[in-house]
């Protein structure tokens, strides 16, 4: 078969691999050109992409830097975490809780 007839459907792959891509917050383009160029295992990783910034986070004890919940060695100090009590609120649901309650005087 003729690799003009491959086209339309690398271009659905593509559009398909993009448009779940930018629902999770990735970018359109690259899961476009992944999904385009790796038809099938693109999409696919594309449906399997966590969605990155509604990760829940928590601090190491060591350095204070900021990790992925299910993060298991802190990757700045090498400090050992285990599965913390508290998380951090996810990235997506900041930026809507601004607005300090009360003024000092
Ligand atoms: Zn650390």
């Known amino acids: 078969m003729s690799g003009l007839e491959l086209v ?4 659905g792959f593509g559009l398909a691999g993009g448009i779940v891509g930018r629902i999770k917050g990735s970018s359109f383009v690259v899961w476009f050109l992944i999904s385009a160029l790796v038809p099938l295992i693109g999409l696919l990783s594309a449906i399997c992409y966590r969605f990155e910034n509604q ?6 004890p060591g350095c204070s ?5 299910h ?3 802190c990757t700045s100090c090498g400090t ?10 996810p990235e997506a649901s900041m930026g809507r809780a601004r607005g300090a309650p009360g003024s000092g005087g």
């Open 65 to 69: 830097r900021v990790l992925k919940l």
């Open 80 to 89: 050992e975490l285990e599965f913390p009590d508290l998380a951090i609120a």
């Open 71 to 73: 993060d298991a060695l």
């Open 8 to 11: 339309p459907v690398l271009l």
């Open 55 to 60: 990760e829940l986070r928590r601090q190491c």
